[in-house]
């Protein structure tokens, strides 16, 4: 199984900054066939289910902020904040669908106001 | 308006059975493959198991392979997970979410419920 890594554990970002989330994959999640880097990222508050944000690692879902951005290729991937807002306090998760079927949740970091 | 709306959680002993069933409605239901991902209290998320569309593939991952079946009724729009000889491991909230894309499936979630909660101790 490939094993999904988040760094930090947890992050406190002033309203207004920027919040940076990092997440690595055990093995590249690059499909060379198509170019695409087969990651997702989800968005959790408190007391509701995930919220898909970005897929192919760049591609927001409609709706999302355009305050939220993915980037990176093969094994190291990052979800920034642009812009902090009070309703982005949430624990974020990446995932790799790559190798399928045993697809993997990264471990979360939890997004704080400071 | 589109939605899932999973049912059938509770408290349950250990080595004792139970279903879950997910709801859908607003999409054409038949036309995606679903999944259940799980999340045990204070933990992170597990994807479980997907259902082609049509019904005709299905995986599991490999802690609950054996032990729990996905299935599906496109008349009724309901997704179900029967899960036997529970572990007090299984305990979590369990979602059932649909796949971004009706075919192929991709394995990313677009739409998730809003989860029920399987409790498994004696």
């Known amino acids: 199984d490939i094993v999904m890594t988040q760094s930090p554990d947890s992050l406190a970002v002033s309203l207004g900054e920027r919040a940076t989330i990092n997440c690595k994959s055990s093995q590249s999640v690059l499909y060379s066939s198509n170019n695409k880097n087969y990651l997702a990222w989800y968005q959790q508050k408190p007391g509701q289910p995930p919220k898909l944000l970005i897929y192919w690692a760049s591609t927001r879902e409609s709706g999302v902020p355009d305050r939220f951005s993915g980037s990176g290729s093969g094994t190291d991937f990052t979800l920034t904040i642009s812009s902090l807002q009070a309703e982005d306090v949430a624990v974020y998760y990446c995932?790799?669908?790559?190798?399928?079927?045993?697809?993997?949740f990264g471990p979360g970091t939890k997004v704080d106001i400071k | 308006q589109v939605q899932l709306v999973e049912s059938g959680g509770g408290v349950v002993q250990p080595g004792r059975s139970l279903r879950l069933s997910c709801a859908a409605s607003g999409f054409t239901f038949s036309s995606y493959g679903m999944h259940w991902v799980r999340q045990a209290p204070g933990k992170g998320l597990e994807w479980v198991a997907v259902i082609w569309y049509d019904g005709s593939n299905k995986y599991y991952a490999d802690s609950v392979k054996g032990r729990f079946t996905i299935s599906r009724d496109n008349s009724k729009n309901t997704l179900y997970l029967q899960m036997n000889s529970l572990r007090a491991e299984d305990t979590a909230v369990y979602y059932c979410a649909r796949d971004s894309q009706t075919t192929p499936a991709l394995w990313y979630f677009d739409l998730w419920g809003r989860g029920t909660l399987v409790t498994v101790s004696s």
């Open positions: 995932q790799q669908y790559y190798s399928t079927p045993q697809v993997t």
